[in-house]
């Protein structure tokens, strides 16, 4: 899949990302030729300014300024309760109807200078996310110790957006994102690619409500999860929000 513009004017875009695009070049993953704000700048013709992120294997809405003073603005309202960030996720087991996870986390270490650093070091920032849950699933597979396996699609509402936050707060509630490498568990990554056909993350950014930053007007920028993600949702009868 490649990207594609969701809303366009003369002070912002919003688009789609595919998981396995980068938001913008980072020494982390130096040799990732998929850069999201270089193909949208090359689609577009002008300048683009980054307001916040998505990670690499997560789908879905982001925005970028055509302008430092929008981008900005934007970010103004992303850091604040004045925007939604929305995700759909798949979790392992069945989460809670719906919760508040209070939970502060540390800073995430990328590279290994940083994390030789004790943890216990490291600040704790505030984070908070809120989530709902829209369906469940029990599929008749031993994928762990139990003779069939359970899953949920969950709605979440980030309040903060620190580093990785929804994975790692999903995984301090035992149920972890089927398809995180580094915050989930292998046997269920490995069964959801292999039996499901379904290799990736299931982390999507579907909706984001902000206020435009010149008119003021409302925007509610919504892409609906695709490919294997949106196949899982239909196969189990799960409904989107």
């Not at 809405?61 to 309760?81: H, N, R, T, Y």
């Not at 995430?108 to 996310?129: C, G, M, N, W, Y």
């Not at 206020?211 to 949106?230: D, K, N, T, Y």
Request: charged share 25%; net charge positive.
């Amino acid at each position: 899949m490649t990207p594609e513009p969701l809303f366009e004017d003369d002070h912002l875009i919003a688009a789609y990302k595919p998981e396995g695009w980068l938001v913008h070049r980072s020494d982390i993953d130096k040799h990732e030729d998929r850069i999201l704000l270089q193909y949208l700048r090359d689609l577009v013709g002008v300048h683009l300014y980054p307001v916040h992120r998505l990670d690499k294997p997560t789908s879905g809405v982001i925005v970028f300024g055509k302008s430092g003073e929008a981008a900005a603005k934007l970010q103004g309202q992303l850091d604040s309760d004045a925007s939604i960030k929305q995700y759909l996720a798949i979790c392992r087991g069945y989460c809670p109807e719906q919760g508040v996870i209070d939970h502060p986390l540390p800073p995430v270490a990328d590279f290994k200078h940083q994390r030789k650093r004790p943890k216990s070091d490291l600040p704790r920032q505030e984070a908070i996310t809120h989530f709902r849950r829209l369906g469940t699933v029990e599929l008749p597979y031993c994928v762990d110790r139990y003779p069939s396996s359970r899953y949920s699609l969950v709605e979440v509402e980030l309040k903060t957006g620190r580093r990785h936050q929804i994975r790692r707060h999903f995984k301090h509630l035992s149920h972890p994102l089927i398809g995180c490498p580094k915050y989930g568990k292998s046997t269920h990554n490995r069964f959801f690619a292999e039996e499901l056909q379904c290799a990736r993350l299931l982390l999507h950014a579907y909706r984001l409500s902000i206020q435009h930053p010149e008119s003021s007007e409302r925007l509610e920028i919504v892409a609906p999860p695709r490919g294997c993600f949106v196949t899982l949702i239909e196969r189990f009868g799960w409904p989107l929000p």
